[in-house]
């Protein structure tokens, strides 16, 4: 049985992605196309872009986290036991076999590392 998305929460999802689209406006959008970069305009830009930029450069990492914990709410019902196990295992599995590579490569390339960057320590 799956449960009904409510509208509210879908709303604040979406509020959410506006924050995070306003903050890269500010941080590294608009704002460069003449060649001044947020630093420039929080110095010496007029109090007008000041204050748009103190509202919407904080909406970023809060609108961030809120809509991954939507998601996440979201996701949580969807998942059965069965697909966290399977995750996990997968998980493990996989990061187990690349440590174990990079460990065999670390001992069978030590001396060609050491004399590549001229003086690597492994």
Known sequence: ??????????????????????????SNGLLKVNGYGTYDIWNNGLLVNKIMAALLFPGGYIGN???FMIT???????????SFKKIVIDT???????????IIFKYLFKKALYNYGGGLQC
């Open 72 to 82: 996440g709410f979201f996701l949580a019902g969807s998942y059965k036991i069965h």
């Open 1 to 26: 049985m799956s449960r009904q998305r409510d509208s509210n929460i879908e709303l604040l999802r979406i509020i959410a992605m506006i924050m995070i689209v306003a903050y890269h406006l500010v």
């Open 92 to 102: 493990v599995l996989y990061s187990s076999s690349l440590c174990l590579i990079f």
């Open 65 to 67: 986290m809120i809509f």
